[in-house]
């Protein structure tokens, strides 16, 4: 699986921004996909997944309430809508893939892509 993140970009505190990741080269919907994301100078953390049929989600407690992960397997597309934004939530997003799961550890996943800048300013 090919997956291409974008949607990044710098927004004011309060604002909103919606990231998206195409893939490509397999069957999309055997696959769960995830967000993670990385600031500088820290691990990566897990934001949000999302069953292969978008049944089930998880959400790290840190973006509950504020970002939603959603699918659309017929454009080969997962999304994550992040609202309220704030400083803290400044990262590289990175979308992942993982056959028949949605876990919330990195090393679940098989498939990563190349990330995208998100820059909240206070």
């Known amino acids: 699986v090919q997956l291409q993140a974008s949607g990044g970009g710098l927004v004011q505190a309060g604002g909103s921004l919606r990231l998206s990741c195409a893939a490509s080269?397999?069957?999309?919907?055997?696959?769960?996909m995830g967000w993670f994301r990385q600031a500088p100078g820290k691990e990566r953390d897990f934001v949000a997944s999302?069953?292969?049929?978008?049944?089930?989600?998880y959400y790290a407690d840190s973006v509950k309430g504020r970002f939603t992960i959603s699918r659309d397997n017929a454009k080969n597309t997962v999304y994550l809508q992040m609202n309220s934004l704030k400083p803290e939530d400044t990262a590289v997003y990175y979308c992942?893939?993982?056959?028949w799961g949605w876990g919330r550890q990195g090393n679940e996943y098989d498939y990563w892509g190349q990330g995208t800048q998100v820059t909240v300013s206070s």
């Open positions: 992942a893939a993982q056959k």
């Open positions: 080269g397999r069957t999309f919907s055997n696959y769960g």
């Open positions: 999302i069953m292969w049929g978008g049944e089930s989600t």
